[in-house]
């Protein structure tokens, strides 16, 4: 069975055609778009809520996207267990959903940043990173304004005592340090997932580094995993593919 | 509300001349009245009007090749790339704007250029622009650059198209008048080209997007005079951009052409809706019967005037095919955009405008277009005097240099040839995922989707060259374009111009101008590279200087096949290095001797065309033949500069070389010429027989250079400079001098 991938288009999304391809024509999964009045998610298995400047993102970050009537369903959708994906301005549309804890602030360069980044995974036991267990250092670019990642002592606590930090930003080789924070953020975090492990968010643009074409491919990893959780879930024999990519 | 009565005083006042408004009043059998003087003074202003420059330009090839609109047919011109698509793509300046108000300035000039884009019905894919600042120990110059490229940024990346090239260039002579030129291109499928007129008795007529406030008014006015120390006043006539309404607007409008509900569409810029209705209508050989209450307004107690000239961004005039009126309601509305009917078209040709029960304008749309009654000039010329000096400097008069090794490093760390690693990664360089070359390399290169073809994509120009020498110039600034097209494996299609100039009422100016167009054209009808159209902007003084002439050229190229797209750094540990074309050690404008010697005279580099060609052409044989790995042209800083972008343009894998470079008459010369047609390739070594005989027998000179490898670029057995300590230099030169804080 092939997984059905939603991507939530919201006024301003502009990463929605990016997510689309590379699901559909890289990947080869099923795709629909979702238009943010709908309340409708098509029987997606996974949700994608894609990067861009939903709203423009006048007020703040994602702040205005979460009231959009598909949110309603999103929020549903994931408190049964539904796998989401907040990719970039979809993660802040999680924080201000209240479906993942903190929050962004602006760049600690005040400049928006756009370049590849690695990205060390630090938890490969959650459906989007389950094929990541051997390559635990990935390329993958960057591209926001807001990615700088707050949050209080007791969630960074919660957050690490849960191994809910998935992605951190590294070195090429791996090295997590200051010096290779890209933005400022609060232990060098890229991407969080919640306690249940069914919410993901990251800032890095999985949906640009799919397409062999752009020379870059680490992201499939990202939805594979996402793939073959589904599989597993669905009929647990029925594994097609294998663990190495 | 009672409005001034119109008098010659007020005409000038509105920068019309006193030939001018005779001429209106002669045409019309009477004097215009207030509103009328607002929509006539900013079409016939400069801005509108081409009045100064349409002469001269019409002498620039603009058809042939594979266009499929020419110059000054629609908004944008339109080139064939095959498999039934075209690529749309055009260049405009925001010079003025940007000067006084930096963000919103340069921000709008990226969002009037995509609409030109979109409103024909293509998908905007890439953005690209070319800058020109004062030099940045200036901390207004800091200020202004910072502005801008966020401006740039901000619109750009909210809106989701990709900036993915450019150039920019600090000098003395754009101090008090940056240059601020933004390019876009986009695809559209052949068949669904919309057009931007308005015919059809009866067709109503929409104003689309954004509501009308008194932002920009005489904006267009604004940018056809000298900036000064009023120019601050004018600050109120720079638009504020809403880019995330934009991106609701291209979505809308691309719906609304598909789907075939249309006759024509123009985006509303400059002189917003007096330029929309009369443009529109003229192209149409029809007139509009508009009335102005209709128009969703942002402010209370607006005149026609106003409403007029409003220059109120993200806005769009649609002729709809009657019946279709709902249809195209029903799009807007999904998009949560305002979409009124503010009025149909007629078959008089008149421009006949009510408010609020009150006929405000009845001009015939004719009379105010360009093409059309818009007036023409020639202006006077005259070679300016600071030529004679510079030609008779004599370059070998300048002492020599013993010290290579800081000149080098001085130069590299020079921000017009260090890396904009600051400007670009402000850019997102990669949304739509099409971007296989991005910013830095010798071109950007797109993927087109669902094709085995890429666009590669530049601007380009040196001022100072054109300076010395306008016509040899602008005759470079096009040969370099192509030249870096085809480095990146493309072949050069066609070229949108900016041509940013002084005050055209200057003899000297309108002589650079002059010889700069005629360069231009000499080489665009050589390279089989038409005009597709462009932008002239004039007055670019300010009270201290005016600036170097500066003709950008933006290029678009198409790369037929995936497989030839090149980059230009080094790849392999002991591949040969070959230099094509030959030096003549011409250092009259280079970075160089500027920097060295604080000197800009001299001749510029002369350009042959027949040799440009031989290179380009051998170039991309070899590129097609796959005997290089890498291919970098040598331009601002001569054969060292270009040699070290070799070795650490890819800054994740910086890789050395060992190299001879041959001495005419002076080493310093020999490294830094920056002497035309010449590139710098790597070649793998069980590949040197093919590629030998490949350039023998094209007659092409050529130069075994050296050999990739180790961690240093080694010149001549005397000059070994450490790749870490380059890198750093020419990446991080430029944010160490923005960090500084005054």
């Known amino acids: 069975m092939k997984p059905k991938f939603g991507v939530v288009v919201f006024p301003g999304s502009n990463c929605d055609h990016d997510a689309y391809y590379a699901l559909k024509k890289v990947l080869n999964y099923d795709v629909e778009f979702l238009w943010h009045k709908d309340k409708d998610l098509k029987n997606s298995d996974v949700i994608v809520l894609p990067g861009g400047f939903s709203y423009g993102d006048y007020l703040r970050t994602g702040s205005i996207a979460r009231f959009s009537p598909v949110m309603e369903k999103v929020l549903s959708f994931a408190e049964n267990g539904g796998l989401v994906i907040g990719i970039c301005n979809g993660f802040q549309i999680l924080l201000e959903s209240g479906l993942l804890p903190g929050v962004m602030v602006k760049n600690d360069s005040l400049k928006f940043i756009c370049k590849d980044i690695y990205l060390s995974v630090e938890n490969t036991n959650t459906p989007f990173t389950s094929l990541l267990t051997e390559k635990k250092v990935i390329k993958i670019p960057i591209a926001h304004g807001d990615g700088n990642y707050f949050a209080d002592e007791a969630t960074l606590k919660e957050l690490i005592e849960n191994d809910q930090i998935v992605f951190k930003y590294c070195s090429s080789e791996g090295v997590v340090s200051q010096e290779f924070n890209a933005n400022g953020s609060q232990l060098n975090i890229a991407g969080i997932i919640n306690k249940r492990r069914n919410v993901l968010g990251l800032m890095p643009h999985p949906e640009r580094a799919c397409d062999p074409v752009l020379g870059k491919t680490d992201g499939i990893y990202v939805f594979k995993s996402i793939a073959e959780s589904l599989q597993l879930e669905a009929s647990p024999n029925d594994l097609l593919t294998n663990k190495t990519i | 509300m009672r409005e001034p009565e119109v008098t010659l005083e007020l005409a000038l006042e509105h920068g019309l001349t006193e030939e001018e408004f005779d001429k209106i009043c002669k045409r019309l059998g009477r004097k215009p009245n207030y509103t009328e003087l607002g929509v006539i003074s900013v079409m016939w202003s400069e801005h509108c009007s081409y009045k100064n420059s349409i002469a001269l330009i019409k002498t620039l090839p603009r058809s042939g090749g594979r266009l499929l609109v020419g110059a000054g047919e629609e908004n944008a011109g339109l080139v064939d790339i095959g498999d039934g698509l075209a690529v749309a793509f055009k260049i405009e300046s925001h010079n003025h704007p940007s000067a006084v108000e930096p963000y919103q300035g340069a921000a709008t000039g990226v969002g009037g250029i995509l609409r030109d884009i979109f409103t024909m019905g293509a998908r905007p894919i890439a953005s690209l622009n070319s800058l020109r600042f004062g030099s940045l120990d200036d901390a207004r110059t800091r200020y202004l650059f910072d502005g801008v490229v966020k401006g740039i940024a901000d619109y750009g990346n909210c809106f989701g198209v990709p900036t993915v090239a450019g150039e920019v260039y600090f000098d003395n002579s754009y101090k ?71 991106k609701l607007l291209l979505e809308a409008t691309l719906e609304i052409i598909k789907a075939d509900l249309i006759v024509g569409i123009q985006d509303m810029g400059a002189a917003g809706i007096s330029c929309s209705t009369s443009e529109m209508s003229a192209k149409g050989e029809s007139g509009m019967k508009i009335d102005l209450s209709k ?345 060292m500069a270009a040699l070290a972008e070799c070795c650490i343009m890819d800054a994740e894998n910086l890789l050395g070389a060992t190299v001879n470079i041959p001495v005419k008459t002076r080493e310093d010369f020999s490294f830094f010429s920056e002497s035309q047609s010449r590139v710098i390739l790597s070649v793998s070594k069980d590949k040197k027989d093919a590629f030998e005989s490949l350039v023998k027998a094209s007659g092409l000179p050529y130069l075994l250079l050296g050999k990739t490898g180790g961690n240093s670029l080694k010149v001549n057995n005397k000059y070994e400079f450490e790749l870490k300590h380059i890198s750093d230099l020419y990446y991080n030169s430029i944010s160490k001098l923005m960090n500084v804080t005054v």
């Open chain 2, 176 to 246: 008090g008048n940056p240059l601020v030129n933004a390019m876009a291109v986009g695809i559209v499928k052949t068949d669904k080209v919309a057009s931007a007129t308005a015919k059809g008795k009866g067709n109503p007529v929409m104003i689309v997007g954004s509501s009308t406030g008194r932002d920009g008014i005489h904006g267009a006015t604004f940018a056809s005079e000298e900036i000064s120390e009023k120019s601050e006043s004018k600050r109120p006539s720079v638009q504020a951009g809403d880019p995330f309404t934009e």
């Open chain 2, 295 to 639: 128009v969703p307004l942002r402010e209370k107690g607006m005149t026609a005037y106003e409403i007029m000239l409003s220059e109120s961004q993200e806005r769009m005039l649609v002729a709809v095919k009657k019946g279709n009126e709902d249809k195209v309601k029903e799009i807007f509305d999904k998009w949560d955009l305002h979409c009124e009917i503010v009025g149909e078209v007629t078959e008089d040709g008149i421009l006949d405008i009510d408010y609020l029960g009150e006929n405000k304008v009845k001009l015939p749309a004719f009379d105010l277009v360009l093409g059309g009654g818009a007036p023409v000039y020639i202006r006077d010329t005259k070679e300016p005097e600071y030529l004679k000096s510079t030609r008779a400097f004599d370059l070998n008069s300048l002492p020599n240099n013993n010290n290579i090794k800081e000149s080098f490093e001085q130069l590299i760390s020079s921000p017009n040839i260090a890396s904009k690693k600051w400007v670009y990664e402000q850019y997102d360089s990669m949304v739509r995922t099409n971007t296989v070359v991005g910013p830095g390399c010798d071109s950007a290169v797109i993927y087109i989707k669902d094709t085995n073809k890429a666009l590669a994509v530049k601007t380009d120009c040196n001022g100072k060259y054109v300076y010395l020498n306008p016509k040899e110039g602008a005759k470079i600034a096009v040969a370099e374009s192509a030249r870096n097209i085809v480095c990146s494996g493309g072949v050069p299609l066609a070229i949108t111009n900016c041509l940013n100039f002084g005050n055209p009422y200057k003899p000297e100016v309108y002589w650079q101008f002059k010889e700069a167009i005629e360069g231009m054209g000499e080489a665009c009808r050589f390279f089989d590279t038409p005009v597709t159209g462009g932008n002239v902007s004039f007055y670019n003084e300010s009270p201290e200087t005016s600036v170097y002439p500066t003709p950008v050229i933006g290029m678009v190229g198409l790369v037929e096949n995936l497989q030839n797209i090149t980059t230009s750094f080094f790849k392999n540990e002991d591949d040969l290095i070959y230099l094509l074309g030959e030096d003549k050690e011409e250092m009259g404008g280079s970075e160089y001797v500027q920097l060295a010697y604080n000197v800009v005279a001299g001749e510029s580099p002369v350009m042959d065309l027949e040799k440009e060609k031989l290179l380009q052409d051998t170039l991309l044989k070899l590129i097609e033949s796959k005997l290089v790995n890498s291919a970098h042209d040598i331009s601002d800083g001569g054969i």
